[in-house]
């Protein structure tokens, strides 16, 4: 093989450069999971992360195992609401879990958000855990959140996410969710929500295996207040 040229040889290494750029920037927007830490935490260590960010927090609310009946359009509406946000300046929370409006935490990496996640510690099974969140906060809870049962106060879940988030962005959701976008409401929180039906299949599936009528309305406990 004989000798390279110059120009040869000066287009293989911007090529070879162009390539490693490539890779080091397709690592850079797909490095999901490598911040990735777990802690149990209280209100107040949830407070102090957050405020030590100096970052403002928008926390997307909606369906988890219920999943979307239209997943595409739910992902188009949440990449809408990313592209009005500063990666450098927001952080973006949701339930820590990879189910139904999780499917969210990816498109926020890939934008180059912080992310971060607040789960009951009813939620132990680490595989539910979406490989994109960055921080994972697990708060001591019995219930899987929403008002405690028989007042109009949160449980320690839903309380440390309403009351960290600036903003609070609803597509669809259950009663959880509902009683979350209620409380923010009351606070005067920013909040916007967007009508999004539960997956019609697995909607009818549980109904079945709980013993309750088949659900003729897919509009979640959310849909029905806002």
């Known amino acids: 093989m004989g000798k390279l040229k110059l120009h040869q040889y000066l287009n293989l290494l911007i090529a070879i450069t162009a390539i490693l750029s490539l890779c080091i920037f397709s690592l850079n927007v797909t490095a999901c999971g490598l911040l990735h830490k777990k802690q149990r935490a209280t209100f107040d260590d949830i407070k102090h992360f957050f405020v030590a960010q100096r970052k403002e927090v928008i926390t997307f609310i909606g369906y988890s195992g219920a999943e979307y009946e239209d997943k595409a359009t739910m992902l188009e509406k949440a990449s809408d609401i990313l592209s009005k946000f500063d990666p450098s300046r927001t952080i973006v929370n949701i339930g820590a879990t990879r189910d139904g409006i999780g499917a969210v935490y990816e498109l926020a990496k890939h934008r180059g958000f912080i992310t971060t996640g607040i789960v009951s510690t009813r939620t132990k099974q680490s595989n539910k855990i979406s490989p994109c969140v960055d921080y994972v906060f697990f708060v001591e809870d019995q219930t899987w959140g929403g008002f405690i049962e028989g007042s109009d106060q949160l449980s320690p879940t839903s309380r440390a996410i309403v009351e960290n988030s600036h903003i609070l962005f609803g597509i669809g959701g259950g009663k959880v969710e509902r ?33 309750l009528p088949v659900p003729k309305k897919f509009g979640g406990a959310a849909g029905e207040v806002f």
Do not use: Q, S, Y
């Open 179 to 211: 009683d979350e976008l209620i409380a923010a409401k009351r606070l005067r929180k920013n909040v916007h929500f967007f009508p999004a039906d539960m997956n019609h299949k697995k909607a009818r599936e549980n109904a079945l295996k709980k013993g």
